[in-house]
T-cell receptor, first 111, second 114 residues
Framework: DQQVKQNSPSLSVQEGRISILNCDYT??????FLWYKKYPAEGPTFLISISSIKDKNEDGRFTVFLNKSAKHLSLHIVPSQPGDSAVYFC??????????FGTGTRLKVLA | DTAVSQTPKYLVTQMGNDKSIKCEQN?????MYWYKQDSKKFLKIMFS???????INETVPNRFSPKSPDKAHLNLHINSLELGDSAVYFC?????????????FGPGTRLTVL
């Protein structure tokens, strides 16, 4: 049972435009959500997170939105840069150290 | 100055062999983890250790045995390797256990069982 889903395996965006990566979850007990970025041959690196008590968290070009009623979160990157090209994983947890990861979305930012 | 390092980066071996993957973190973290990313790209937690003590074992076969000689190291030993063990294994660490303590990942070890 896949509790965290990223239904778009890939996404291409022009440099300077907005990238929107989506993530859906099924477990209503999840209360903390994270986005990780992964380059080839490297481990995932933490990007941004959000607690379920918030609906938005912003860090520079990256903003995560959480819609609890829809069990949906999204990562917005604006403006997108070629260096943002990577695989993005969303993860969710229910107040523990145990992260449940989605399968990732490969973002390609075209110059 | 690598925060979480793993060796080897690539490991190719025959079915039935026993192999180990080493992980070291220099972040002073208390908690370490092993994840497996399979061919479908699912990144799943296998084990978690807090201060050298096993905290979680996520339905992993007994052939997999983690060992934590000290807080900075968490090694993964795999006995009687099977084809299905082929995957990328990631080590990670966090300052303390808890949701809001981000986990730092190593570069991964790609294991191929022939």
């Amino acid at each position: 049972d896949q509790q965290v889903k990223q239904n778009s395996p890939s996404l291409s965006v022009q440099e300077g435009r907005i990238s929107i990566l989506n993530c859906d979850y099924t477990n209503s007990m999840f209360d903390y959500f994270l986005w990780y970025k992964k380059y080839p041959a490297e481990g995932p690196t933490f990007l941004i997170s959000i607690s379920s008590i918030k609906d938005k968290n912003e860090d520079g070009r990256f903003t995560v939105f959480l819609n609890k009623s829809a069990k949906h979160l999204s990562l917005h990157i604006v403006p997108s840069q070629p260096g943002d090209s990577a695989v993005y994983f969303c993860a969710a947890t229910s107040g523990t150290y145990k992260y449940i990861f989605g399968t990732g979305t490969r973002l390609k930012v075209l110059a | 100055d690598t925060a979480v390092s793993q060796t080897p980066k690539y490991l190719v071996t025959q079915m039935g062999n026993d192999k180990s993957i080493k992980c070291e973190q220099n972040l002073g973290h208390d908690t370490m983890y092993w994840y497996k990313q399979d061919s479908k790209k699912f990144l799943k937690i296998m084990f978690s250790y807090n201060n050298k003590e096993l905290i979680i074992n996520e339905t992993v076969p007994n052939r997999f045995s983690p060992k934590s000689p000290d807080k900075a190291h968490l090694n993964l030993h795999i006995n009687s390797l099977e084809l299905g063990d082929s995957a990328v294994y990631f080590c990670a660490s966090s300052q303390v256990m808890g949701a809001e303590n981000e986990q730092f990942f190593g570069p991964g070890t790609r294991l191929t069982v022939l």
